[in-house]
């Protein structure tokens, strides 16, 4: 970190002696602290000790090219801002060293205006970064510690008001007229519908954050699509849905957390019942080759038109809107495709109108065999 009160330092890399003072000259009037090095190797040494604001390096030194040096130092002190000093020859050389994080260069000769109007701008570009990146980080904290927040907040109250209506049907239940009743079990059904949606939301934050599906193990993908059947086939039968599974056997394992992948699947054949009318089909297969695992899921439901399809992903966004016939937050994609991420797959979706839905599911299959034989990947 530095002290903005204190004089920015500026470092020189340059084997030129002439070059090196004449720099130190100009910056030192203009108010910076100059360090100057003759080789490539110390300059290196120089701007790891004292982070620089500033360096300027030349591209033609001998040992270590002043490329390798903007290479090493934009990589180690991001923070510092790299000005490439080159000759009128070398211009292909300054927007290579641009790519590989130079903010800028300096064609040599160069005269005092040039250096000190330079130096400014730069360390402004500095100041800016530095600015957005601060900003940056507090906004993803604010929204880490608001989305727990809330989530918390919200989750207690919620547990009591369902256990005040449960107590109040065990106690006064029976009393109760038909209209009373109705109203109660409304409560119960939107109450239910907020816990879920807290739950749903505080897994994405614990997936982000990293304490969801933190430890990975070794798993068969069959075991995982027949939890999910066994959930989801009375949910089928209940809505005159078949659901069938084509999977082959002796698939390649894939490394991963469970429970979390288990979900996936409940979640999108679920949405599947959700979207698909009675009569139906729902079909989960799997293919795989020596890398990849492909796990399919089609539906012969209403589909998803071309302009939301690429909106179900992102939270909250449900295409009914609030006219949507079922219940749901809109968190359930979200999740799933944090879920494919966390475990270095992806999840596709393909869609016609009218016709049906198919999501596709990747996993990496290909594990490292050191990994493998420890049985567990964390
Ligand atoms: N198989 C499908 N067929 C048609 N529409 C679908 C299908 N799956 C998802 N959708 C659409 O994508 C939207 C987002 O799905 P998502 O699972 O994120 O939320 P949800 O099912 O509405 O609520 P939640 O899963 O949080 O209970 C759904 O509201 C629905 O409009
Ligand atoms: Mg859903």
Redesign the pocket.
Known sequence: MTNESVKPVILIIDDEEALRDGCRQVLEKSGYDVLTAEQGIDGIKLARERLPEMAFIDLKMPNISGMEIIEILSRDIPDTVLVMITGFATIVSAVEAMQKGAYDYLPKPFNPDQLRALTKRGLEHRHLKIETKKLREEKDQMERNFITFVSHEMRSPLVVIRQYIEALNTIAGERFDHDIKDIIERCRKRIQNLE?MVE?WLDISRIENGTLAQQKVNLNIEAIISKSMDEMTPVCRKRGISLETNIPTELPQITGDEESLVRVFT?IIG??T??TPEGGKITVTCQHDEYYINATIA?T????SPDKLSL?FEPF????GKN?KYS???????FCKKIMESHNGCIAVS?KEGEG?TFVLTFPCQIDPVEKASGLIS
């Open positions: 879920e749903h979640n949405n599947a959700k979207y539906d439901g209403k589909g998803i179900i966004f449900r295409c009914g949507e749901g937050s809109g968190l359930g994609l979200t869609s839905t």
